[in-house]
């Protein structure tokens, strides 16, 4: 069964500020969500898994939070600390289903019920005016 990924994060995962480690763990949840984004894996499994303290995840998480790509839902729902990637930076089963879940996250990040992603802005500085000063080295 193949699966699509978000390009909104996957594409630009190089210019997050993010360090190698978060986002090789980023891949790794990735890897064990389900689609849509949610992780049907506990905090101190993922620990296991990954090979890492409870802490380590923690530290891991922190920033994949900041930025929003991954969601602590308020309301809990399991035992312990529970996750999911957010619905524009999770993969799917089909394009077309990521253009579904894509269209309902931005009816509901306009509504306030879904936060946005953080991500820097992709802006390219406008080229100096003038001819460029080009030297032989």
């Known amino acids: 069964m193949a699966n699509v990924m978000s390009p ?3 594409e630009r995962i190089w210019a997050l500020p993010l360090s190698g480690s978060a986002v090789k763990f ?5 890897s064990r969500s389900e689609f849509g984004g949610q992780l049907p894996v506990r905090q101190k499994d993922m620990a296991a898994e990954y090979n890492v303290t409870p802490q380590a995840v923690s530290n891991l998480m922190a920033p994949l939070c900041r ?3 991954v969601l602590r839902p308020r309301n809990g ?5 529970s996750y ?3 619905p524009l930076a999770a993969k799917y ?21 879904l936060p ?16 460029p000063r080009l030297h032989v080295a």
Do not use: C
């Open 67 to 69: 930025l929003n790509i």
């Open 77 to 81: 729902g399991r035992n312990g600390n």
């Open 93 to 113: 089963q089909s394009p077309e289903d990521m253009d579904a879940a894509f269209r309902e996250a931005l009816t509901r990040i306009q509504a306030g019920e």
């Open 116 to 131: 946005n992603l953080k991500l820097p802005s992709y802006a390219q500085a406008p080229p100096a005016p003038g001819a």
């Open 8 to 10: 909104i994060v996957a």
């Open 26 to 30: 980023l891949q790794y949840l990735v």
């Open 84 to 86: 999911r990637l957010h």
